[in-house]
């Protein structure tokens, strides 16, 4: 097994199991290890096994038979490797992490973060989710609603929830407004309110670029003025986000739905541009409406209309809130700050496992 040593010492040791992070990015990629601040903890990344597919290259929204297997054997791995604790990437290795646990009786600390289900199922997957999840110590999620619903949905005491706002490394900002062919546009992918933002920004005759998932936009009617490429590279859409005039969020609400949008919103934030995100799914624990942001009722055509029209047509306002965000998202959601708030999470969760 390959391993990456961070800090010396044998204080309090974690193994960190995020998906994103394979055998071939193991080398460049640290995650928040390099920001979490002092010499209290030790880190070894054990990389996942093959590479993790993306949201959009994915047939399903379901994680499949294969896919468990593989987090099941990235649990066992950190398990294995550990002296202290586990620190688990994405909802599907703390439930596979405490579902060997409490096969094996073996109780180590685990702390989840990223913790977003996308969608509190009902029956044998909740009682999976209540039964394997029971003993994690804590749980990271990124808006403060999941603390409520994850508290009801897992019957697990809300303290164990931490609200930490999801983050983002500076963004280069390489590419300026379009003046010359100016457009609006709509990245990212799950619970996309994609019907709304059609029709509004075909009443306003709006040129717009929609980059999502195939997914997403199969079924629906495409105004002419709006372009969907698919299968562009991430570089690609944050040069579409930097050019856009205005970078839209359109959510879906669903009240089976934990949280969505938060990705595209911090790195348009990150980018200091103008963003509208429907007023769901934690948003305003991002957007200042009116500060950083604008937000609009969800489903509602005439609010988002009346949020586009008044963006497109007034330049300062796009400045002002494209500077305050970058400066809120700066101070809020960079590595740096969420390093400082997880290490104070570590501090709490193993010195509540009495490990010094």
């Avoid at 903890?41 to 994915?58: A, G």
């Avoid at 697990?156 to 931490?162: A, D, Q």
Wanted: aromatic share 8%; glycine share 6%.
């Amino acid at each position: 097994m390959l391993i990456v040593r961070y800090l010396p010492g044998q204080i309090m040791h974690w193994t960190i199991a995020a998906p994103f992070i394979d055998k071939l990015k193991l080398k460049n990629e640290a995650w928040l290890v390099p920001f979490i601040q002092g010499t209290r903890h030790q880190f070894d990344i054990i990389p996942r096994r093959e590479p993790l597919k993306s949201w959009h290259e994915r047939k399903s929204a379901v994680t499949g038979f294969k896919d468990w297997l593989i987090y099941w054997q990235h649990g066992m791995e950190a398990i294995k490797a550990t002296e202290g604790g586990v620190i688990t990437v994405f909802p599907q290795l703390p439930a596979v992490v405490g579902m060997q646990q409490r096969m094996s009786s073996k109780r180590i600390p685990v702390v989840a973060c990223l913790f977003n289900v996308g969608t509190c199922s009902v029956g044998m997957r909740r009682r999976f989710a209540q039964f394997s999840l029971k003993e994690i110590d804590c749980f990271v999620v990124h808006t403060r609603r999941e603390r409520e619903i994850y508290n009801q949905w897992l019957g697990i005491p809300i303290e164990r929830f931490e609200f930490v706002p999801y983050q983002s490394a500076e963004i280069p900002v390489t590419y300026e407004e379009n003046t010359t062919d100016p457009f609006i546009t709509a990245l990212g992918s799950a619970h996309r309110d994609f019907p709304t933002l059609f029709q509004a920004v075909s009443k306003l005759n709006i040129p717009t670029v929609v980059a999502s998932g195939s997914r997403a936009i199969n079924g629906l009617s495409i105004p002419p003025n709006v372009k969907t490429p698919l299968g562009i590279t991430r570089a690609e859409c944050r040069r579409l986000a930097q050019e856009a005039r205005i970078n839209i969020v359109p959510l879906l609400p669903n009240p089976l739905v934990t949280a969505a949008g938060q990705i595209t919103i911090v790195e348009a934030m990150r980018m200091g541009r103008a963003v509208i995100a429907s007023r769901c799914f934690g948003a305003e624990d991002y957007i200042e409406h009116g500060k950083t942001g604008l937000l609009v009722k969800p489903q509602s055509v005439d609010d988002l209309m009346q949020a586009i029209e008044m963006l497109w047509n007034d330049s300062a306002l796009r400045d002002r809130l494209g500077v305050a965000a970058k400066t809120y998202a700066a101070e809020n959601f960079s590595d740096e700050v969420v390093g400082s708030k997880l290490g104070r999470i570590l501090d709490k969760v193993a010195d509540k496992a009495g490990m010094y």
